[in-house]
């Protein structure tokens, strides 16, 4: 069955001689996103899979001569779908296609793709009939998330799911978001309710591949989505791409993908996790087995840490001994009170009277505020009255951090200790785009808020935290999680750092030094 198009749309370009399924379904995407405005395919969260990426994922789906449903939700020019039928083995079939693309224009291509991939199974001896449906596939099918499994009728589940879905924020109000409710809270991704949902249609021994940001592998606002998720399948593989915009470079984004197997059955023991540079040399990843009780942890949130170097499982295991938590420490972490748009009657660009230091991002750099900034555009004091002061800190001893990294920096981790010495005034303004650390009932004293600076920008805390989260933001969720050293070994380093005649620049060495960390797990070179 084929989609009937109310509209008629101009027609895919035809296929060349020779040509296979997948270079056919890229070509004709290729030409359809050459007509399209740069601006319309981002709302659609439109972003298409390489050639390279997609017959990898076929390669990773492995589908048997047993494979007889395949779904491509969210399927754009059709492309993971046909590199799947060409990994099909020659005693295959027959095999039904459901693909979903909610573009018109696209699903037109879709249908091309497939046309052309049913006429090359033929002429290699496989049946195999498919079905575009021009619709939204988490409006269609949001309503199996929140039903038991019993309710989804046999038909209706599919042996492989492959897809690269949309990657948007759904607002509150969206049906979507409502449909998807079970799953999520605040404001979802949509990539999230495309993964739940294709999960949910899995049948027994169903296999599921997918390539999404890696932004799903922690925090508070994808917790309910990995619960459900890895309640529905066990997961069996994962892909790395060392570049972050690799898999995607066409389109310039930059994100850290990660490429899922997952099947619906009992777990095994351990997970294949693989790594490539980019997509040149996916056709000879790296890979190694890791047990998966050391990949997802189900304690905490079902939260992955995907170790993908033999490093990784000693930075993992020495830096989950350590006994604290900001918690246990009496330590609360707070998101930076001054939303700059709200607050602009308060923002001043010069220190007159009544005015306090106020932080933004590129102040706070590894182990120094660095207050005033020479050269920015932006108001580096507040007014501090009664109308303002809720917005406002009390002078104190804090540890500053940045929430958002830039895309490619070096460290995501990027902490420093703002001792009440370099404070003038009683108060100050921290912009939203900060977290910061202080003690619930006291003060922090100045060698424990040096040290704990030290150590939450450390490379070695750097490179644990970047095992599970595959973002630039570090939530305050996130940082309460953090294990951390004993509370006096963070006042030994803060005291030495306060002490060294080389100042933050040596926190990365004395960190190693108090810490005792092993040879292979001390920074080559000192932190920044």
């Given amino acids: 069955m084929r989609h009937a198009f109310a509209v008629e749309l101009p027609a895919p370009a035809p296929p060349i001689a020779g040509e296979s399924p997948s270079s056919y379904a890229a070509r004709a995407g290729e030409l359809y996103l050459g007509s399209q405005h740069q601006d319309a395919r981002r709302a659609l969260g439109q972003f298409f899979t390489t050639p390279d990426v997609a017959r990898f994922m076929a390669r990773m789906a492995r589908p048997g001569r047993k494979t007889r449903t395949v779904l491509d939700p969210g399927a754009g020019s059709g492309i993971l779908a046909c590199a799947l039928l060409e990994e099909l083995p020659a005693e295959a079939g027959p095999v039904h296609v459901l693909a979903y693309e909610v573009d018109p224009g696209l699903a037109r291509v879709c249908e091309a793709s497939l046309a052309h991939a049913q006429l090359w199974l033929s002429s290699r001896g496989t049946a195999m009939t498919f079905e575009v449906r021009c ?79 890696r932004s ?59 790594t490539s540079a980019g997509t040149a040399d996916l056709s000879r990843p790296r890979s190694r087995q890791v047990p998966v ?18 490093a990784d499982d000693d930075v993992r295991r020495f830096v989950s001994s350590w006994p604290e938590t900001l918690g246990s420490l009496g330590l609360l972490v707070s998101t930076g009170p001054v939303v700059a748009f709200r607050a602009r009657p308060f923002l001043r660009h010069h220190g007159q009277s009544g005015a306090v230091p106020l932080l933004w991002l590129a102040h706070v750099q590894q182990m120094q505020v660095v207050w005033p900034l020479p050269k920015t555009s932006k108001p580096q004091f507040m007014e501090a009255s009664a109308a303002s002061e809720k917005l406002l800190v009390p002078r104190g001893n804090y540890v500053v951090m940045r929430r958002f990294s830039a895309k490619e920096e070096a460290c995501r981790l990027v902490a420093a200790p703002l001792l009440e010495t370099s404070i ?49 933001q570090v939530n305050a969720t996130e940082l309460r999680r953090l294990p951390l050293p004993r509370a006096e070994d963070l006042k030994r380093i803060g005291l030495e750092v306060l002490d060294s005649a080389d100042g933050p620049a040596a926190a990365g060495s004395i960190v190693e030094k108090v810490l005792d960390l092993p040879t292979t797990l001390r920074a080559k070179g000192a932190d920044a």
Avoid: C, W
């Fill in 135 to 213: 619709r939204d596939f988490v409006s269609e099918n949001g309503g199996f998330l929140a039903s038991s499994l019993f309710d989804v009728a046999p038909e209706q589940l599919f042996d492989v799911a492959i897809l690269n879905p949309p990657y948007f924020k759904l607002t509150k109000s969206d049906p979507r978001a409502r449909a998807a409710a079970e799953i999520v809270h605040g404001q979802p991704n949509i990539y999230a309710a495309f993964l739940a949902i294709a999960a949910r249609l899995l049948g027994p021994r169903g296999v599921m591949v997918s390539i999404t940001p």
């Fill in 216 to 274: 799903f592998a922690t925090g508070d606002y994808f917790s309910r989505f990995r619960e459900y998720l890895f309640r529905q399948v066990s997961l069996e593989g994962i892909h790395l791409f060392a570049s972050r915009s690799s898999a995607f470079e066409k389109d310039a984004v930059l994100q850290e993908n990660v490429i899922l197997r997952a099947r619906k059955g009992l777990p095994i023991p351990t997970v294949r996790i693989s």
């Fill in 293 to 310: 009780s050391e990949v997802l942890d189900a304690r905490k949130g079902f939260t992955l840490h995907i170790q993908a170097e033999d």
């Fill in 424 to 472: 003038a005034g009683a108060a100050l303004g921290l912009e939203n785009h900060l977290n910061y650390v202080y003690r619930q009932r006291g003060a922090m004293s100045p060698e424990e808020t040096t040290g704990l600076a030290a150590v939450l920008g450390s490379s070695l805390l750097d490179r644990y935290f970047r095992l599970s989260n595959g973002s630039t």
